[in-house]
C-alpha cells in the first residue's frame, strides 16, 4: 500500500509507473492495469499513462543523454518517464512534478532511488532546450513509433507516411453513434449544443466532437441514446448493410460497437461471439443500455463444432484480431507490445479464421472483412490470397463472376477517425 495520498500528483506519478513497467514486461491496457488505481486518481493516471506511451521513444532518447548507464532498474525508469512526459506537458508546474517525482520514488526499492531521479530531472530542466532540438534533428526518434514500424509505413504510405505518424502521436478524436431507434441525429445535435457540447456530422449517422467529454455529459447516454465509437469504426454496419430480417454473425464482436449498430439499423437474427466470456459480458452490457437483444456465446469462431448449429448466414462481419496498427493512439501501448514477427502471426490467424467462416455463408450471402491495421500483410495481401483460394468468392462491385479485382476500402487514421481496413465478399451459388 502506497503512503501518499490519493489525490496527490506524487501518488498519480507512481501508479503510471507501475503500470508503464507493467507494459515494457508485456502486460496490456486491455488487461485492467487501469481498473487497479484508485477511482479518485484513475483519470490522471491515465493521462500520464496513455500520454507518456503515445510519445513512444521521446523519454528514452532524454534519458541516453541524461544516465550514465541505463537503469535496471523498471520501475525507476518507468517514473522518469512519466514524469518528463509530465514536465513537458505541464510546462507551469515544472518543479512541483520533480518534486513529486521525488516523492513517488521514496516508495520504489526503500527510496534509493530518490537522489538518481531528482537529479536526472534537474539535469534535464537546465538542459531541456538542447536535448529538445537534438530529438527534432533525429527523425526516427521525433516519429515516436518503432523503427521497424516506421519502416513499413514509409514503404506501404510514401505520400502518406507522415500524416499518419503524426496522426499517430495525437490524443484521438472522440466520435458518437447516434442510436436512430431513439433519436435522428440533427435532433441529438440540439441536445448536444443545449449543453454547450460542439458536434459535426460524420458518416450516417456518426458525430464527431469537437472536445471529447466524460459519457455522463452526454444527453441520454445512459438511456441509450447514443455510444461512443470511432466514425471509421461505424462503417463496418454500414458496409455490411444486411437486410431487415437476416440471419447475421459478428465472428468477433467485443466490446460490441458493431454488434449493437448492426441492430440500431434493423432487426437482425445476431448472434455475436467473442473467445472470452468477461468480453461477452461486455457485450451484454453495451446491448442492454441500448434497449437490443442478440445472443451472445464464448466462443472460437473458428472452431465451428463449438458455436455453429449447421444453419447458415445471410451476412457475417469478420472483424478479426489484428496488429491495430491503425488504432495506436488508442492503444499506445502497442508501440511497446507488438513486435514486427507478430504480422504473420496474426496474418496466419486471419487467413484461418476466413477459411472456417466462409463456410457457414449462404450462398448469396455476404463477408465483410475488418482489421483495424494499416499493414497490407493483414488487408490487401490477405484478401488477395483469399480470393485467389476461393473460387466461390468475389467482391460485389465485380460484374462478372471471373472478375478478381480488389476494391476494398483503407482508411488512414486522420482528425476525424481511425485507420481501418474494409473489403466486402459475395459468396457465388
Same mark, same amino acid.
Given at each position: 500500500m502506497s503512503r501518499l495520498p490519493y489525490t496527490s500528483l506524487a501518488f498519480s506519478l507512481l501508479q503510471s509507473a507501475r503500470i508503464t513497467?507493467?507494459?515494457?514486461?508485456?502486460?496490456?491496457?486491455?488487461? %485492467?492495469?487501469?481498473?487497479? $488505481?484508485?477511482?479518485?486518481?484513475?483519470?490522471?493516471?491515465?493521462?500520464?499513462?496513455? %500520454?507518456?506511451?503515445? &510519445?513512444?521513444?521521446?523519454?528514452?532518447?532524454?534519458?541516453?543523454?541524461?544516465?550514465e548507464r541505463p537503469l535496471a532498474a523498471e520501475e525507476v525508469r518507468a517514473l522518469l518517464l512519466v514524469a518528463l512526459y509530465r514536465i513537458e506537458t505541464r510546462p507551469d508546474a515544472v518543479h512541483t512534478v520533480v518534486d513529486q517525482a521525488v516523492s513517488a520514488a521514496g516508495e520504489l526499492l526503500n527510496g534509493k532511488f530518490r537522489a538518481l531521479v531528482n537529479g536526472v530531472l534537474r539535469s534535464f530542466?537546465?538542459?531541456?532546450?538542447? #536535448?529538445?532540438?537534438?530529438? @527534432?534533428?533525429?527523425? +526516427?526518434?521525433? =516519429?515516436?513509433?518503432?523503427?521497424?514500424? /516506421? *519502416?513499413?509505413?514509409?514503404?506501404?504510405?510514401?505520400?502518406?507516411?507522415?500524416?499518419?505518424? *503524426?496522426? %499517430?502521436?495525437?490524443?484521438?478524436?472522440?466520435? /458518437?453513434?447516434?442510436?436512430?431507434?431513439?433519436?435522428?441525429?440533427?435532433?441529438?445535435? !440540439?441536445? +448536444?449544443?443545449?449543453?454547450?457540447? @460542439?458536434?459535426?456530422? $460524420?458518416?450516417?449517422?456518426?458525430?464527431?466532437?469537437?472536445?471529447?467529454?466524460?459519457?455522463?455529459?452526454?444527453?441520454?447516454?445512459?438511456?441509450?441514446? $447514443?455510444?461512443?465509437?470511432?466514425?471509421?469504426?461505424?462503417?463496418?454496419? !454500414?458496409?455490411?448493410?444486411?437486410?431487415?430480417?437476416?440471419?447475421? +454473425?459478428?465472428?468477433? *464482436?467485443?466490446?460490441?460497437?458493431?454488434?449493437?449498430? #448492426? /441492430?440500431?439499423?434493423?432487426?437482425?437474427?445476431?448472434?455475436? +461471439?467473442? /473467445?472470452?466470456? &468477461?468480453?461477452?459480458?461486455?457485450?451484454?452490457?453495451?446491448?442492454?443500455?441500448?434497449?437490443?437483444?442478440?445472443?451472445?456465446?464464448?466462443?472460437?469462431?473458428?472452431?465451428?463444432? =463449438?458455436?455453429?448449429? %449447421?444453419?447458415?448466414f445471410d451476412a457475417v462481419l469478420a472483424d478479426v484480431p489484428c496488429t491495430a496498427s491503425g488504432v495506436v493512439r488508442r492503444n499506445p501501448d502497442a508501440k511497446y507490445l507488438r513486435r514486427e514477427a507478430d504480422i504473420a502471426s496474426f496474418a496466419k490467424a486471419q487467413s484461418r479464421i476466413l477459411n472456417a467462416l466462409w463456410q457457414v455463408i449462404r450462398p448469396g450471402g455476404r463477408l465483410l472483412y475488418a482489421t483495424c491495421s494499416l499493414f497490407p500483410e493483414e488487408n490487401g495481401g490477405q484478401m488477395a490470397a483469399f480470393l485467389a483460394r476461393q473460387p466461390q468468392a468475389r467482391q460485389p462491385q465485380a460484374r462478372q463472376p471471373q472478375a478478381r479485382q480488389l476494391h476494398a476500402e483503407q482508411l488512414l487514421p486522420d482528425a476525424e477517425h481511425d485507420g481501418f481496413y474494409y473489403c466486402l465478399l459475395e459468396k457465388l451459388a
Open positions: 513497467a507493467a507494459v515494457f514486461a508485456g502486460q496490456s491496457l486491455a488487461d %485492467g492495469l487501469l481498473s487497479r $488505481v484508485d477511482p479518485t486518481a484513475r483519470p490522471a493516471v491515465q493521462d500520464i499513462v496513455y %500520454g507518456s506511451l503515445r &510519445a513512444y521513444g521521446r523519454g528514452e532518447f532524454f534519458l541516453s543523454r541524461l544516465l530542466l537546465r538542459q531541456q532546450t538542447v #536535448l529538445t532540438a537534438e530529438l @527534432a534533428a533525429d527523425q +526516427l526518434a521525433a =516519429s515516436l513509433h518503432p523503427d521497424w514500424w /516506421l *519502416a513499413r509505413l514509409q514503404q506501404t504510405y510514401p505520400a502518406q507516411w507522415m500524416e499518419i505518424v *503524426a496522426a %499517430g502521436n495525437q490524443a484521438p478524436p472522440m466520435g /458518437l453513434r447516434v442510436n436512430q431507434r431513439q433519436i435522428d441525429r440533427d435532433a441529438y445535435r !440540439e441536445q +448536444l449544443a443545449a449543453e454547450g457540447i @460542439a458536434s459535426r456530422p $460524420v458518416g450516417e449517422v456518426g458525430l464527431a466532437l469537437g472536445t471529447p467529454v466524460s459519457v455522463d455529459r452526454l444527453p441520454g447516454f445512459f438511456d441509450g441514446r $447514443v455510444s461512443v465509437q470511432d466514425p471509421g469504426a461505424q462503417r463496418a454496419a !454500414e458496409l455490411l448493410s444486411p437486410a431487415s430480417g437476416s440471419r447475421v +454473425l459478428d465472428a468477433c *464482436a467485443a466490446p460490441g460497437g458493431k454488434t449493437a449498430h #448492426l /441492430l440500431e439499423r434493423g432487426d437482425l437474427d445476431l448472434l455475436a +461471439l467473442d /473467445l472470452k466470456p &468477461a468480453r461477452c459480458r461486455r457485450i451484454n452490457e453495451g446491448l442492454a443500455r441500448l434497449h437490443l437483444s442478440a445472443t451472445v456465446k464464448a466462443a472460437d469462431c473458428a472452431k465451428l463444432e =463449438s458455436w455453429w448449429d %449447421g444453419r447458415p
